[in-house]
């Protein structure tokens, strides 16, 4: 969507058809949508769960159906923003500017912004996920166990992958913003040096 006083720029066929090319992500963006409706699904069936068994609940299984609650909010939250910031960021603008209801981060939302949005949502859904583990993690060697040592061993070592893939985004993005101010101000300096 282009600005009103900005004119139109006619492509040549081939890089019309290429940058066209991005409008086939909408599908991708629809079925986003679809299975975040599965999610809400998801979630009240587990909310459901929760209410009618509180009666016959410990806190241990309470505490284990609440984190699951809270891990589908997280994951619809993951899917919020590839939804919204990847349509914005790689398909088209929402055109929200001015509305209400825009998410703050919408504002300043790039593919950067967005790598690093997404790995610190992962890292907090495995999280969740490891907490699960570390409460159940009594019941190891038993019949009950839901885990086994070498699973609650190989979910640590995945959580910790994640987080130092996340440092590792932070790490090349920073580098490569600071590259991008050294050389806007070079350039600046040359502008002011040719005048």
């Known amino acids: ?14 890089p019309a058809l290429v940058f066209a090319s991005r409008w086939l992500q ?11 409706g599965v999610y809400v699904l998801l979630f009240l ?19 284990l159906v609440v984190l699951g609650l809270i891990d589908v ?21 929402l055109g929200l500017k001015g509305h209400p209801d825009q998410p703050e981060w919408l504002s300043h939302v790039n593919a950067s912004v967005l790598k690093i949005k997404l790995a610190m949502a ?8 490891l907490l699960k583990t570390f409460i ?10 839901a885990f086994t040592e070498a699973g609650v061993m190989w979910q640590t070592i995945i959580h910790i992958v994640f987080i130092l893939s996340a440092v590792g985004i932070v790490y090349v993005d920073r580098l490569s913003s600071d590259a991008t101010e050294h050389a806007d101000a070079v350039k600046a300096s040359h502008a002011v040096a040719n005048h």
């Open 136 to 145: 159940e993690a009594g019941n190891l060697g038993s019949e009950k166990a």
């Open 122 to 129: 992962i890292i907090g859904i495995s999280s969740i996920h």
């Open 1 to 14: 969507m282009s600005n009103s006083s900005e004119p139109s720029v006619a492509l040549r066929p081939l």
């Open 73 to 93: 909010v997280m994951i619809s939250n993951l899917l919020v923003m590839v939804i919204v910031g990847g349509y914005e960021t790689f398909v088209s603008r």
């Open 45 to 63: 069936k587990e909310l459901w769960h929760l209410i009618s068994h509180a009666n016959t609940f410990g806190e241990q299984q309470i505490m």
């Open 26 to 36: 909408v599908p991708l963006y629809l079925g986003l949508i679809i299975a975040q």
